[in-house]
């Protein structure tokens, strides 16, 4: 009986230490639609999250030299909220004409640590169950278990190339409406997430 109370006391420490780290993120905080399904997930002893993010619309630059790497883009526009289409339209006709366009929508994704691979199945079930589809298990080489949360609301597309706006005005708001249909499903998708994984720690404890 000695084995399992020395796991969990590791896995409590390597929590403790993770939750208490500083939000290294963009933003500095979790968002707010994320916040409850993260307390719960963090309140329970076989979890804990280390990174989220609730969904967003993002209008960023890029030159051809940086296109793999993050830090080379530069967001001219973001919203975790709907985006306003004059805003973005605004953003684009502001932006430094050498780098490349891209309209992104992103939904929510979170990334949970699990004490065990049978709460990693729970979870990732019911991550499926709740629309999330794309969600997926990784096990690291020290035993590190991650569940990744994602659905398939993606959206990219690029706004210019060489320096030329690709899209018209029309076209630019067609894509906003788009993004923020996904974006209204994403939020449908966490309401459902957050209650089934309320219940599902339920069950668990």
């Not at 329970?44 to 993010?53: H, I, M, V």
């Not at 706006?165 to 708001?173: G, N, V």
Request: charge should be positive.
């Amino acid at each position: 009986m000695a084995a399992p109370s020395t796991a969990d006391h590791k896995f409590q420490k390597i929590k403790l230490d993770s939750l208490s780290k500083k939000d290294l993120s963009r933003k500095g905080s979790t968002d707010e639609r994320a916040q409850t399904i993260s307390g719960a997930l963090n309140d329970c002893r076989s979890y804990f999250t280390t990174s989220s993010c609730s969904g967003r619309i993002v209008l960023f630059s890029f030159s051809e030299s940086h296109r793999q790497k993050k830090k080379g883009c530069v967001w001219l526009y973001v919203t975790h909220e709907t985006a306003d289409h004059s805003e973005l339209i605004g953003a684009i006709r502001n932006r430094d004409k050498e780098g490349e366009l891209v309209l992104k929508y992103e939904p929510f994704i979170l990334h949970v640590q699990c004490q065990c691979l049978d709460d990693a199945q729970v979870l990732h079930a019911t991550s499926v169950n709740s629309g999330f589809k794309n969600s997926g298990i990784t096990v690291g080489k020290k035993g590190k278990i991650i569940v990744a949360i994602r659905s398939t609301l993606q959206m990219e597309v690029p706004i210019s190339q060489g320096g030329a706006i690709l899209a018209t005005d029309e076209f630019i708001q067609f894509l906003v409406e788009k993004a923020n249909e996904k974006q209204q499903q994403n939020w449908c998708n966490i309401e459902r997430l957050t209650q089934n994984t309320v219940e599902m720690i339920k069950k668990k404890t």
